[in-house]
């Protein structure tokens, strides 16, 4: 009898520790382990494998450990229509029916050939919070209530964000802008900006030559001062765009950065406010 009371016991406190143990996430970009962390807190143990402000994410090679994390990972984030081929490459390589792969393009219900920069989109984001709760409450219900607290969190420190961008869209709808790429494109659609030069951005971001009409009209609206704001990608180099870089700077048009990594030391929310921010400095002042 003794000996049936110990292995009960040691039965019941290997099955505490099994459901002690975090949940392993993995997220394809760090902006979205970000997200992982906030909503999952303590219960949950995030990986994020492009980290790197320095790094062009388009130049990034999976390595055997990134598959090992993708292979133990409950739970994996990915942007999805395209950007992050790698992921799906890994998952397709290691398939588990105990593994939940999160895409924000499902969520966001975007297809192929969509704008791949879903992180800007202000939707995004507290989408794929209020998913994650949901998804860490099933596999964690001990800690459900833990999650939708701090997903109620999550919102409320979203809200000056969001008033932020109804400020500038009620100051700056309709602004002329531009862009070496559409990294900046869904945040430039929430402030109501008339975006021009699409065709050169769509060149550059597929990595093919603008042609030489797209690149006359992208020049002459930087000559004449047709566009009040140039947005380039942070993290990626291009012949072409830093030429329209240069003659931004010459023709005395504002320039302002894009980033493809969460800067470290910052949140999601923090980030984005910053960004906003030079936007902001960067447009001339309007009633």
Known sequence: MRHLVIGFIVLVVAASAAAAE????????NFYGDIARQIGGGEVAVASILDNPDQDPHEFEASPSTARAFAEARIVIVNGVG????ATKLLNASPSPSRAVVSLATLLHKQIGANPHLWYDPAAIPALAKALAGLFAKLDPVHQADFARRLARFQ???EPLDARI?????????????????????????????????????????????????????ERDLRTHAVKLLVYNAQASD???????????AS???????????????????WMMGELDDVAKALPAKP
């Open 239 to 249: 012949p072409i765009a830093a030429r329209m870089e240069r003659l931004a700077k």
């Open 22 to 29: 975090p949940i392993k996430v993995v997220a394809a970009e």
């Open 83 to 86: 950007y992050d081929e790698w």
């Open 166 to 218: 109804a400020a500038l869209r009620a100051r700056y709808s309709g602004t002329p802008v531009t862009a070496t790429e559409p990294v900046f494109g869904y945040m430039f659609e929430a402030l109501g900006m008339q975006v021009r030069n699409m065709p050169f951005q769509m060149a550059v971001m597929n990595g093919t030559e603008p042609s030489a009409s797209d690149v006359a009209a992208f």
């Open 252 to 270: 005395g048009v504002p320039i302002v950065g894009a980033a493809e990594t969460e800067p470290p030391g910052k949140s999601y929310q923090g």
């Open 156 to 158: 409320q420190s979203f």
